[in-house]
């Protein structure tokens, strides 16, 4: 009884992800369900395009949650991830005080007396009023929750894993002058990564791991269709088979799914039917983005086209 009604719940994520536009697999819709029961992050690993930033967007877009997104790269920080002072303010308050120093002081007749009264002064400039939140420390204040996207983490420097740590295992971080700040609600943290270089363990211990590669051909109609309803079955069928075939080639970089819908809008604002040789071709840059590669790929068209065919009429 318990796995029936586990499967419903990951059939109705796959149903309100698809109602978003996103058609997921069993294997991501499983992923989200867990991660939503037990509370913890997702890192999405796999190829550039593939749809890991669209879950997130999906995700927060069937749930009526606010996104909030933070793009890695290196050389990022603190003050541009979590939170950073409001320096101009302090410098203006700081003015305001010197303006009325006389009356903060009132009577004080010694230094330790006029230090003491300025004490409390001073912790104000250290306040919340004086904190100018960033996408970390957002995402912790949203009363209802949120959806949290680290986007392309492997392009941080590995310092900045050990800044997410805490927010990653207890939804909290810790401000020295300020202390600690937990959510009221966790976020749902999606982590991006295109394996451009190997993230530490202790962020993976914190996270549910989930990849994304290139999907099997009727996954990727499915997607076609959802996001380019124009699209006749043959071309669709064909095209996706022509991709595949493409994506066989020892090639610098294949096309993935964002390019196979680029690649459909296109072939339907060209009017086309079904795949020829020439419209191959000359559309053929909007699939490969290296001229190698398309000089790699194009002595191979015209098979490809074939071979699409002959699958669509035996699919």
């Known amino acids: 009884m318990a796995e029936q009604k586990a499967s419903t719940l990951i059939e109705a994520v796959e149903s309100g992800l698809a109602a978003q536009g996103y058609i997921a697999s069993r294997q991501i819709a499983t992923a989200v369900y867990l991660s939503q029961q037990i509370e913890k992050p997702i890192l999405v690993e796999g190829p550039a395009g593939v749809g890991k930033t669209e879950l997130?967007?999906?995700?927060?877009?069937?749930?009526?949650?606010?996104?909030?997104?933070?793009?890695?790269?290196?050389?990022?920080?603190?003050?541009?991830?979590?939170?950073?002072?409001?320096?101009?303010?302090?410098?203006?308050?700081?003015?305001?005080?010197?303006?009325?120093?006389?009356?903060?002081?009132?009577?004080a007749q010694t230094l330790h007396a006029a230090l003491d009264q300025l004490h409390d002064f001073g912790d104000v400039f250290f306040s919340k009023e004086f904190v100018e939140p960033r996408p970390l420390l957002q995402a912790l204040e949203q009363p209802g929750g949120c959806v949290l996207l680290i986007d392309e983490i492997d392009k941080s420097d590995a310092e900045f894993e050990s800044l997410l740590l805490e927010i990653l295992s207890d939804f909290q971080v810790t401000i020295p002058e300020l202390g600690t700040v937990s959510a009221i609600t966790p976020p749902t943290v999606i982590l991006t990564s295109n394996s451009e270089r190997d993230l530490g363990d202790a962020l993976k211990r914190r996270c549910l791991h989930l990849h994304i590669g290139f999907p099997e051909q009727r996954l990727e109609e499915r997607i076609v269709e959802s996001r380019v309803p124009g699209i006749s079955q043959t071309l669709r069928r064909q095209m996706?088979?022509?991709?595949?075939?493409?994506?066989?080639?020892?090639?610098?970089?294949?096309?993935?799914?964002?390019?196979?819908?680029?690649?459909?809008?296109?072939?339907?604002?060209?009017?086309?039917?079904?795949?020829?040789?020439?419209?191959?071709?000359?559309?053929?840059?909007?699939?490969?983005?290296?001229?190698?590669?398309?000089?790699?790929?194009?002595?191979?068209?015209?098979?490809?086209?074939?071979?699409?065919?002959?699958?669509?009429?035996?699919?």
């Open 56 to 107: 997130a967007k999906a995700i927060a877009a069937w749930r009526g949650k606010k996104m909030i997104r933070l793009q890695c790269y290196e050389g990022l920080d603190e003050a541009k991830a979590l939170y950073e002072w409001k320096y101009a303010k302090q410098l203006l308050y700081t003015q305001i005080l010197k303006d009325k120093l006389g009356e903060v002081l009132g009577g």
């Open 240 to 315: 996706v088979g022509f991709i595949h075939e493409i994506r066989s080639l020892d090639l610098k970089k294949l096309p993935s799914v964002s390019e196979t819908i680029d690649w459909a809008r296109v072939l339907v604002l060209l009017q086309a039917t079904e795949l020829n040789t020439e419209m191959v071709k000359d559309t053929l840059n909007v699939l490969l983005k290296y001229e190698a590669d398309i000089e790699a790929a194009s002595p191979q068209v015209t098979t490809f086209i074939a071979k699409a065919a002959r699958s669509n009429v035996f699919g």
